[in-house]
C-alpha cells in the first residue's frame, strides 16, 4: 500500500508540476512574471487527477475514519506556512489562506458546519466565528484569527477495498481547519479552554479540488517543481493521528471512551490503523 502511494505520489508530482516563476526568464517587465503566453495557455491541460468511478458493488469493505493533521510537526509544516503574506510572493499562501480565498471567491461552495454535512454555512457564519469585536475604554478592537492560528487540521475520509482492483484505497471526503476558540484567544485566561482547538468549518474535499490544484506548495529541494495542496493531500503526505471511526456508538470519538490518559487514546489510535492495514492481507487469506 505504501509502495502504491508512494508511485502515485512522484507519478502526480511529474505530471502536473509548473514552474513556480512562470516567465521569470523570459520577462521584459515585472508584471509578465507569472503570466504564460497564449501558446502556454492553449497547450496546458493542467487539472486535479480525475478519480475513478468506484461501483458500490465493488467496494467489499470500508472504514471512515477522522484524522488529526498537528501542524506542529515537522512532516506537516508545508501545510502550515507561509503564515506572513505581506512579505512573500502572492502565488505561495498557506493551506488555510487558500481555503479561506477560495470560499470568498465562490470558487468553494459546499462548506459546512460539521463533518456530516448536514447544514451548509455561509460566508457571515464563517466570519463570525474567526473574528471578535472587543471594547475596552471606549474603544473597539477587531480580533481575527490569522494563519498562524490554525495550529491542525481534522481530515475524514475512507478506507475501502475495491476488489475489482484488489487493492485497500483511501479517499479524502472533508477537511477542516482547527483553530483557537476567537472570543478567547489573546486574553491569557487561567484555567480556561484558551489552547482548546475547534473546527472552524468543513470542506467537502471533492469540490475544493481544482482551487487546492492550483496552489502549489515550496518544493525545497526544487524550486522550479512546485507539489500542489491536492496532490499532498491524496498522496497522504502527512502525519495524522485517528481520533474516531464509525461505529456503533454514533461514531462516537476514541477520547468519548478512553478518557483522561493521551497514553491510551494514541495506543487505541495505533490499533484502529493497525486494524486497516491488516484488512487487505486478511482479503488474501484463504
Given amino acids: ?32 512574471i507569472g503570466k504564460k503566453n497564449e501558446e502556454q495557455i492553449a497547450a496546458d ?5 480525475a478519480y475513478g468511478y468506484v461501483d ?12 488529526f493533521v498537528d501542524l506542529n510537526q515537522k ?17 505561495r499562501r498557506s493551506l488555510f489562506d487558500t481555503l479561506i480565498k477560495g470560499i470568498k471567491q465562490g470558487n468553494i461552495e459546499e462548506v459546512y458546519s460539521d463533518s456530516f454535512f448536514t447544514s451548509k454555512i455561509t460566508q457571515n457564519e464563517i466570519d463570525s466565528r ?5 471594547e475596552s475604554n471606549g474603544y473597539s478592537d477587531t480580533i481575527r484569527l490569522q494563519s498562524q492560528d490554525v495550529e491542525g487540521y481534522m481530515i475524514k ?29 489573546g486574553l491569557g485566561l487561567d484555567g480556561g479552554n484558551e489552547d482548546e482547538l475547534y473546527e472552524l468549518f468543513w470542506v467537502f474535499y471533492p469540490s475544493a479540488r481544482d482551487v487546492l490544484h492550483d496552489a502549489k506548495v515550496f518544493n525545497p529541494k526544487n524550486a ?5 495542496f491536492d496532490h499532498m493531500l491524496n498522496a497522504r ?28 487514546q494514541l495506543l487505541e489510535a495505533n490499533k484502529i490503523k493497525e486494524g486497516i492495514r491488516n484488512r487487505e492481507m486478511d482479503m488474501w487469506n484463504y
Avoid at 237 to 264: H, K, M, P, Q
Fill in 45 to 49: 491541460n493542467d487539472a486535479p487527477l
Fill in 130 to 134: 474567526m473574528s471578535s469585536i472587543r
Fill in 157 to 185: 475520509g475512507m478506507w475501502y477495498f475495491d476488489k475489482r482492483q484488489g487493492e485497500l484505497k483511501y479517499r479524502l471526503l472533508a477537511i477542516a481547519p482547527m483553530g483557537k476558540d476567537v472570543q478567547t484567544l
Fill in 224 to 228: 522550479s517543481q512546485p507539489i500542489s
Fill in 237 to 264: 503526505r502527512f502525519s495524522s493521528t485517528i481520533v474516531r471511526e464509525e461505529n456503533i456508538y454514533g461514531d462516537r470519538a476514541i477520547s468519548d471512551y478512553v478518557r483522561g490518559n493521551s497514553l491510551f
Fill in 75 to 91: 512532516i506537516n509544516l508545508p501545510y502550515y506556512f507561509p503564515i506572513d503574506n505581506s512579505s512573500i510572493s502572492s502565488n
Fill in 56 to 67: 458500490d458493488r465493488d467496494v467489499l469493505w470500508s472504514k471512515v475514519v477522522w484524522e
Fill in 1 to 32: 500500500m505504501f509502495k502504491n502511494c508512494l508511485i502515485l505520489f512522484f507519478g502526480l508530482m511529474i505530471s502536473g508540476s509548473i514552474n513556480a516563476q512562470v516567465g521569470l526568464l523570459n520577462a521584459t517587465t515585472v508584471d509578465q
